[in-house]
Nanobody, 119 residues
Framework: QVQLVESGGGLVQAGGSLRLSCAAS????????MGWYRQAPGKQRELVAV???????HYADSLKDRFTISRDNAKNTVYLQMNSLKPEDTAVYYC?????????????WGQGTQVTVSS
């Protein structure tokens, strides 16, 4: 089992910045990608960004200019730096860890952290 604990959410004015953190604990062996997803009220959960254990990154096209994902493998922690925040970035942000198994892969999710951007 892998436990994911997110932190860093909150209320910020438009144009501001926030940094989210997600620490993985437990059986963290063979965690491949880690990443962030978000879900706004009434909408489906969507990809924000993911990063591999080797540092390769993938972003949602609309966010790549403002958001930066990074990872500290020694700490099993992934970060999301969010700049120039907009009201439409308001959502619950979920951390994800994808673990390699002998039979495939398994996804773990954090409990989510609320990000609210006021106009």
């Amino acid at each position: 089992q892998v436990q994911l604990v997110e932190s860093g959410g909150g209320l910020v004015q438009a144009g501001g910045s926030l940094r989210l953190s997600c620490a993985a604990s437990g059986n963290t062996f063979n965690i491949n990608t880690m990443g962030w997803y978000r879900q706004a009220p009434g909408k489906q959960r969507e990809l924000v960004a993911v990063i591999s254990s080797g540092g390769s990154t993938h972003y949602a096209d609309s966010l790549k200019d403002r958001f930066t994902i990074s990872r500290d493998n020694a700490k099993n922690t992934v970060y999301l730096q969010m700049n120039s925040l907009k009201p439409e970035d308001t959502a619950v942000y979920y951390c994800n860890a994808n673990q390699l198994r002998a039979w495939g892969t398994f996804d773990y999710w954090g409990q989510g952290t609320q990000v609210t951007v006021s106009s």
